[in-house]
């Protein structure tokens, strides 16, 4: 069986703006273009496709499905405590020169996880016997962009908080997650899937006949590229589309478990963030499941791998179950964010993995990802010798 694994980097290799950094871009150009609309000011054409795409909505809104659309987006975005989160996230690190690159579920993990600690640190203050409690400082100043802005120039010793209002935030985060999910969607499914796509991949190309496809994405690049031979395509995060609502939508955008194994299944205030629950809830399903079943059922071949002469004459042959399935990573960081399913593929029995890299920075980051994702020994075990199951290919140039 043939596997391929692919993640937002084969999007962006097809020149597809799907990074979280656009998709800001293009919630702040729709609040600009709102407001000049309502203003009734001409709108502006500008040089990048979103102004198009902002001119041609906003100058059919007759049509009641674009009215619609304004009209959901504007919800969606309007107030979102994680958009205007992110912008100024952006906005700090550009004015310190940093790079603005930014990952929404290692940002969520760390204000998620800060919160959870947070409500503890009140929780056994109360439990003390105080009404209130107060957060502690690196609490109160990694949750300070998303509690309030009430809150904003006071310090933390002069503020104590119920335990509720912890719950309250929490479900304020919550909802606007999804809010922002189905506004991450209306931007894939409407705007980046009416781009056009130039080039397709020599290395995607050149790959061995494909069996099974696990996207990481929510677009539907490889099915409208890619799809000459039959093959089987798991979206395990969930796939865009328009016609979906903040009810039937199925993406998932979330955080890896980071409770220990005690805690884990005891500790569910805050299991709605975690993908895992997400891909449960959202019933994505898990096709990649059932494909690692059938691997480990395939009957085990046995081919000789070496030949020994005794001193007698006697020939024997030294037998060794050969690999039978391989599996392609393209596209995807191998962050520890998809732990658990990573795992389970590199660490399957029989299995040759190839994961392609852009340039040596990129080389460097999956080694890095992967020492977090299957531990130190194992990598250094399956990168070399006789024990060797896993390639590191670089892409090659566009054809």
């Not at 502690?136 to 100043?141: A, D, E, G, M, V």
């Not at 884990?264 to 299991?271: Q, R």
Request: proline share 1%.
């Amino acid at each position: 069986m043939n596997i391929l694994i692919i993640g937002n980097g084969f999007d962006l290799a097809h020149g597809l703006p799907t990074t979280y950094k656009d998709f800001l871009k293009f919630t702040d150009k729709f609040e600009k273009y709102r407001l000049r609309n309502e203003d009734g000011d001409e709108l502006l054409q500008e040089d990048d496709g979103s102004s198009d795409y902002f001119f041609n909505l906003f100058g059919n809104k007759a049509n009641k499905n674009v009215r619609d659309l304004i009209q959901e987006l504007s919800a969606l975005i309007k107030n979102n405590v994680w958009i205007k989160y992110f912008k100024n996230l952006c906005g700090s690190r550009k004015e310190q020169g940093k790079d603005s690159w930014i990952d929404f579920e290692s940002e969520i993990s760390q204000i998620i996880q800060t919160l959870d600690s947070a409500g503890h640190t009140i929780t056994e203050q109360v439990a003390q016997g105080k009404k209130n409690g107060k957060m502690t400082q690196y609490q109160y100043r990694i949750l300070r962009p998303v509690i309030g802005q009430k809150w904003s120039s006071e310090k933390c010793d002069s503020i104590s908080f119920e335990i509720k209002a912890i719950r309250y935030k929490k479900e304020l985060l919550l909802k606007d997650l999804n809010k922002l999910i189905r506004c991450l969607e209306i931007y894939l499914s409407d705007y980046v899937s009416n781009l056009k796509v130039d080039k397709l991949l020599p290395d995607i190309k050149e790959l061995p006949f494909i069996n099974k496809v696990l996207s990481f994405n929510y677009t539907s690049t490889y099915e409208n590229y890619y799809s000459e031979s039959p093959y089987e395509i798991d979206y395990t995060h969930g796939k865009a589309a328009i016609e979906n609502t903040m009810d039937s939508n199925n993406m998932v955008l979330g955080i890896d478990e980071y409770l220990k194994e005690d805690e884990k299944n005891e500790n569910t205030e805050f299991i709605e963030f975690k993908k895992y629950f997400q891909r449960i809830h959202k019933e994505t399903g898990s096709l990649y499941k059932l494909w690692l079943n059938k691997m480990e059922e395939q009957e085990q071949i046995k081919e000789i791998t070496s030949v020994r002469k005794d001193n007698d004459g006697t020939v024997s042959y030294v037998e060794e179950y050969a690999i039978c399935h391989k599996v392609f990573f393209f596209g995807h960081s191998l962050d520890v964010t998809d732990r658990d399913i990573i795992r389970e593929f590199i660490l399957a029995d029989r299995v040759q993995t190839t994961i392609f890299y852009v340039d040596r920075t990129d080389y460097g980051k999956k080694i890095t990802n992967l020492v977090k994702v299957i531990g130190q020994d194992e990598l250094i075990r399956r990168t070399g010798g006789k024990t060797k199951t896993i390639t590191f290919q670089k892409i090659t140039k566009e054809a």
